[in-house]
């Protein structure tokens, strides 16, 4: 009887494996999205990085689509994306690590949140699936130090210079002559668009026109290092005789690297203007302003025929030359678009991948070219490339290529991308004048068309008789 009692007490432990077991269901990989965020504090106007990875099983079968991370207050910039891969569990992961540099205008904490990727991949290659991924919420703060807490406008950079320059319209300067400042601000460690703008004060006896500002950024390729450049610059027009000065300008901003306050400043300009020796009008006051249109006036009276032709082309040129421009432009996004879609790009795009020797951008772009290329009718895959190419070398490559992105153990034939580029190049050729041939050999339709003439058979000609 207690062997009966033993043998009933065991079999629920006997039972609980064989239903784990099947508890345990073989899980199937999916794309990953990882995003981080640092330094989680900054100083306002300096770089917080975005990094985002996107992993998907097998490969991807085209570039993950990403937002463009614009925050409100803050200016968003791509910095460099780099292939990578790994294992998980066993599963062989692709994808591609991107970085954005986030420089916030103003102090107070920023979040990228409520941000979806799209992903195409091979779940079983050949077959593919499309899945968007939320981004999971990171955030960081930006801050003015209390040593800054007086600037203003806050200005923050690594190194920062400027200088003036003065242009005069003759070095005598009379009234009717133009001054122009040029201030141009020299930064590093941040965008142009956060330089500040450099007011130009107004001056009793000069007409002030300020002009439009110049902005550039430029980023250092290796290195993702910015530096910016912003000018700004202003006419004065020397209405009357006097001495003027033009004011000193001073630019306060935060050194980060020293974490001290620093400024820069710029000499105020004197400026003589003596009265004209020659007695000459000066339209600018309005002193002579009825001689000076009665003399315009003269002038279109002796040229009134080349005045008139002036006048009509200007009409003309007016009224057609928006729509004009507009059709150009058309035309030219029209026959952009085009070669964009067509397999030449796509080809050329394949043969600067495979040039790069990387071995997963290269054969993703042999992929996209496939679907462009017509010889290899309405099955666009690598099995149907490789049965209508027919090349034994061409064979090898692409099977070295695959064997190398998604084989577990790497083994020593590896692909050589002037061999492939060769024998693909051949084999477009082959295949592209074997379908200009069948084009060709096809009849028109026109060439016998269906239908009844309505003209009589024997051409209006009466029978003989």
Not at 176 to 202: C, K, N, S, W
Not at 236 to 253: F, K, N, Q, T
Not at 266 to 287: E, F, R, W
Request: with cysteine; glycine share 6%; net charge positive.
């Amino acid at each position: 009887m207690r062997h009966w009692l033993a043998a009933i007490a065991l079999l629920p432990a006997v039972a609980l494996p064989s239903q784990s077991g099947r508890a345990q269901q073989p899980v199937t990989p999916a794309p990953t999205v990882q995003v981080t965020i640092d330094p989680p504090r900054v100083v306002v106007g300096q770089q917080a990085t975005l990094h985002v990875i996107v992993l998907a099983p097998n490969y991807m079968t085209s570039p993950p689509e990403l937002p463009g991370f614009q925050l409100r207050n803050a200016v968003t910039r791509q910095l460099q994306s780099v292939n990578t891969n790994e294992q998980r569990d066993g599963a062989f992961y692709a994808g591609v690590r991107f970085e954005y540099a986030i420089y916030p205008q103003e102090p107070g904490s920023y979040a990228v949140s409520d941000q979806k990727v799209h992903v195409k991949y091979a779940a079983e290659p050949p077959a593919t699936r499309e899945v968007d991924i939320v981004l999971p919420r990171v955030s960081f703060e930006a801050f003015i130090p209390d040593a800054a807490a007086e600037l203003r406008p806050f200005l923050s950079a690594t190194r920062l210079n400027a200088e003036q320059t003065i242009k005069r319209s003759s070095d005598q300067l009379k009234p009717g002559d133009a001054v122009t400042r040029t201030v141009t601000i020299a930064a590093e460690g941040t965008p142009a668009m956060l330089l500040p703008p450099q007011p130009f004060a107004d001056v009793d006896g000069l007409k002030l026109y300020p002009a439009q500002p110049a902005l550039a950024d430029k980023t250092e390729g290796r290195t993702d290092v910015m530096s910016s450049t912003r000018v700004d610059s202003a006419t004065y027009m020397l209405e009357r005789p006097g001495d003027y000065s033009l004011p000193a300008i001073d630019i306060g901003w935060w050194n980060t690297g020293d974490g001290k306050v620093q400024q820069v400043h710029l000499d105020a300009v004197p400026l003589k203007v003596i009265a004209d020796p020659a007695g000459g009008t000066v339209p600018i006051d309005g002193s002579d302003v009825s001689r000076t249109w009665s003399g315009l006036v003269d002038l279109i009276a002796d040229h009134w025929p080349s005045v008139l032709v002036a006048t009509l082309i200007a009409v003309a040129l007016g009224w057609f030359a928006p729509g004009m421009a507009r059709r150009a432009a058309d035309y030219h996004r029209r026959r952009r678009e085009a070669y964009r879609q067509s397999e030449a790009f796509a080809f050329d795009r394949l043969r600067r991948a495979v040039r790069h020797r990387d071995a997963s951008t290269a054969y993703f772009a042999l992929l996209d070219w496939l679907p462009r290329l017509e010889a290899t009718s309405s099955r666009t895959t690598i099995s149907a490339f490789r049965s209508v190419a027919c090349d034994p070398a061409l064979d090898g490559q692409i099977g070295a290529i695959e064997h190398e992105l998604f084989a577990r153990q790497h083994d020593s034939h590896r692909w050589s991308p002037r061999q492939l580029l060769r024998h693909v190049t051949v084999a477009r050729r082959r295949l592209r004048l074997r379908t200009h041939r069948r084009k060709s050999a096809r009849l028109p339709q026109t060439l016998n068309p269906v239908g009844a003439s309505k003209a009589p058979a024997h051409g209006g000609r009466r029978p003989a008789r």
